[in-house]
């Protein structure tokens, strides 16, 4: 079945302490993308990669990194969490430039104490 | 402004009603439209893409509007199965940058 998984599904942890979501797709898609989803502010674009070793920032890059080493795989990793990235975060892909819309995983509710 | 604006809502409509939602956008040189649909607390799903012509799948029709710069998308004969929260997405023509509006939220009802 065509999808992308992301894990964990839930995450609570405390401030400071480094975590990776992962993310991963079998669809041979070459742009994955990560967004956060806050209330009243719709979906917004942390990072977003075109290709193996291809990575650029989105709108809300601070506080988050990541990597793509494989084109399957596009972890999102938070070095220092603070609370002010609690909240849902969507993994994404897509197969070519515009015209397919995105696939996204089934999300990773993040809580920072 | 926001680069994609939408009704919150919600709306509620009984079912069978016809529904109709609005969404502009203020990026001019955007190129590709969709509407996805998310349900509470879970990932968004891609509902339809949106063409200059418009079009139709089933119940839902969708309108693009370049000169006003807005989408529509109709939905005919609601179901309860279609309450959920709709979101506007447009893209500049590259999958890697994604605008969605905040969505607007769909209540069908008996």
């Known amino acids: 079945e065509a999808q992308v998984t992301q894990n964990p599904r839930y995450l609570i942890t405390v401030t400071g302490k480094k975590l990776t979501v992962t993310c991963s797709q079998n669809m041979n898609h070459e742009y994955m993308s990560w967004y956060r989803q806050d209330p009243g502010l719709g979906l917004r674009q942390i990072y977003y990669s075109m290709n193996v070793e291809v990575t650029d920032k989105g709108d809300v890059p601070e506080g988050y990194k990541v990597s793509r080493k494989e084109k399957r795989n596009f972890p999102l990793i938070l070095e220092s969490p603070s609370p002010n990235q609690t909240s849902l975060y969507f993994c994404?892909?897509?197969?070519?430039?515009?015209?397919?819309?995105?696939?996204f995983g089934s999300g990773t509710r993040l809580t920072v104490v | 402004r926001k680069e994609v604006e939408q009704d919150p809502g919600p709306f509620n409509v009984p079912e069978g009603a016809t529904v109709a939602f609005n969404c502009t956008y203020s990026n001019s040189a955007s190129q590709s439209f969709f509407w996805y649909r998310q349900d509470c607390r879970k990932e968004p799903k891609l509902l339809m893409s949106?063409?200059?012509s418009g079009n139709e799948d089933g119940r839902f029709t969708a309108q693009l509007n370049r000169a006003s710069q807005y989408i529509s998308l109709l939905i005919r004969d609601s179901k309860l199965s279609d309450s959920a929260t709709y979101l506007c997405?447009?893209?500049?023509?590259?999958?890697?940058?994604?605008?969605f509006g905040t969505g607007t939220r769909l209540q069908v009802t008996l």
């Open positions: 994404a892909s897509s197969l070519m430039s515009g015209n397919y819309g995105y696939t």
């Open positions: 997405v447009v893209s500049t023509g590259t999958a890697s940058k994604l605008t």
């Open positions: 949106v063409y200059s």
